[in-house]
């Protein structure tokens, strides 16, 4: 079953927004993790947060983790045509080494 | 090539047939994994390996089976093929612990008649 789950499962926006996405989770994590998701494509990692931290920028990306609530957020800003995708999150369990995916998120950014 | 690849890319297979969809990644990595993605259901996690000859069930395991006699290959075989194991099929690699970053293949699109 997902332990991660995204939030929303579509999202579609102008080129130049900014784009926020969501993930919940039930159980304590190790980390999380984001990935992307092109069409036809694997998935690419985008950025990884321990449960330790609290934020983490990469370039256009900012992800925050709040342990407290369960939830992180991705956001991408000044978005491009180029950032259509879908975009997973993954968490990590204290016990496990396994990735649990969420469904995804599914972004339209219109030029 | 460096990275990591699956073959073939595309198969249309019937039920009831045994299929092998073959994964190889080039960096000695020791984990490897095996997801299937589904409308709906997102990544779900079949079977993984943390190194050689060593393999552990993951979400979805029936129906399947998998080996790991060498650390660059993680062979998935569909015993008997059903149409509920139509989807697409992903091979994941890792080098090492939880707070390592998984690198994915293309991925194998199987449509079972």
């Known amino acids: 079953s997902q332990q991660g789950e995204e939030d929303p499962q579509a999202l579609s926006i102008q080129e130049g927004e900014n784009a926020t996405m969501n993930c919940s989770y039930k159980?304590?994590?190790?980390?999380l993790q984001w990935y992307r998701q092109n069409s036809g494509r694997g998935l690419v990692h985008l950025i990884l947060?321990?449960?330790?931290?609290r934020e983490k920028h990469s370039g256009r990306l900012r992800v925050t983790l709040d342990t407290s609530k369960k939830s992180s957020s991705l956001l991408i800003t000044a978005s491009r045509a180029a950032d259509t995708a879908s975009y997973f999150c993954a968490t990590v369990n204290g016990g496990s080494y396994i990735p649990t995916f969420g469904r995804g998120t599914s972004l339209i950014v219109h030029p | 090539d460096a990275g990591i690849t699956q073959s073939p890319r595309y198969k249309i297979t019937e039920t009831g047939r045994q299929v092998t969809l073959m994964c190889h990644q080039t960096w000695s990595h020791s984990y490897m994994f095996w997801y299937r993605q589904d409308l709906g259901h997102g990544l779900r996690l079949i079977y993984y390996s943390a190194a050689a000859d060593i393999t552990d069930k993951g979400e979805v395991p029936d129906g399947y089976v998998v080996s790991r006699s060498k650390t660059e290959n993680f062979p998935l075989t569909l015993e008997s093929a059903t149409r509920s194991q139509t989807s697409v099929y992903f091979c994941a690699s890792r080098e090492g612990g939880p707070g390592e970053t998984q690198y994915f293949g293309p991925g194998t699109r199987l449509l079972v008649l």
């Open positions: 159980t304590s994590i190790n980390n």
């Open positions: 947060i321990r449960s330790n931290e």
